[in-house]
């Protein structure tokens, strides 16, 4: 079956540690995004992609980094950077070039710092 | 003014009863429209999507999109406990961009 998935499903991070989300499609979607998931919070931005080895900032991308070396992976940082990263992390993907813009979600990644 | 405005609720109905869900925008620019379901801990699925003004009928749901008032509705009829879950609404105006989320409104139906 053909998915997004996001891995791990809980993270703990010490302070001042960097760690790394792990997204992983098999939709052969062009465009992923990271977002982040905060409670009263709403979906917010952190990056997103729509082609390989091209990214953009999204509204909150300070404290965070990503590559997009394959088609298929969509890796996000959470550097020590970032001040406040315990959060719900979800990863998504789409075809724009399709027409169609809805996202196909992953179940997300808990993290926590410690 | 944030771009889009959604009631956080929480909403609590009983069994059967009719709910409706809204939100509001301030970006003209938007064209098409979404509705995602997401439970507790679990990515957000992908509900209804509309495009441009006009409803859109799918079994219990439909969706509403008024874009000279700039406000969109998910009506929900004959609900169901299992439809207990956060409803957020998204909307993005031309490709290039990503869609904006409104931050979610909690239902709760008992039974």
């Known amino acids: 079956d053909g998915g997004i998935t996001q891995s791990p499903k809980y993270l703990f991070r010490k302070e001042g540690q960097n760690v790394t989300l792990s997204c992983e499609q098999n939709l052969n979607h062009d465009a992923m995004y990271w977002y982040r998931q905060d409670p009263g919070q709403g979906l917010r931005l952190i990056y997103y992609?729509?082609?390989?080895?091209?990214?953009q900032k999204g509204d909150i991308a300070e404290g965070y980094s990503v590559s997009r070396e394959k088609k298929e992976s969509f890796p996000l940082t959470v550097t020590s950077a970032q001040k406040n990263p315990t959060a719900f992390y979800l990863c998504a993907s789409s075809d724009p070039g399709t027409g169609i813009y809805g996202y196909t979600f992953g179940s997300g990644t808990r993290l926590t710092v410690v | 003014q944030k771009e889009v405005e959604q009631d956080p609720g929480p909403l609590s109905v009983p069994e059967g009863a009719i709910v409706s869900l809204n939100c509001t925008y301030s970006n003209s620019a938007f064209q098409y429209f979404m509705w995602y379901r997401q439970y507790s801990r679990k990515g957000p699925e992908l509900l209804m999507y509309t495009y441009s003004s006009g409803n859109k009928e799918d079994g219990r749901f439909t969706a509403q999109v008024d874009k000279s008032s700039k406000y969109i509705s998910l009506f929900i009829r004959d609900s169901q406990p299992s439809d207990s879950a956060t409803y957020l609404c998204?909307?993005?105006?031309?490709?290039?961009?990503?869609?904006?989320f409104g931050k979610g409104t909690t239902l709760s139906v008992s039974s």
């Open positions: 992609s729509q082609i390989v080895n091209d990214f």
């Open positions: 998204a909307m993005i105006g031309q490709a290039g961009t990503a869609l904006i």
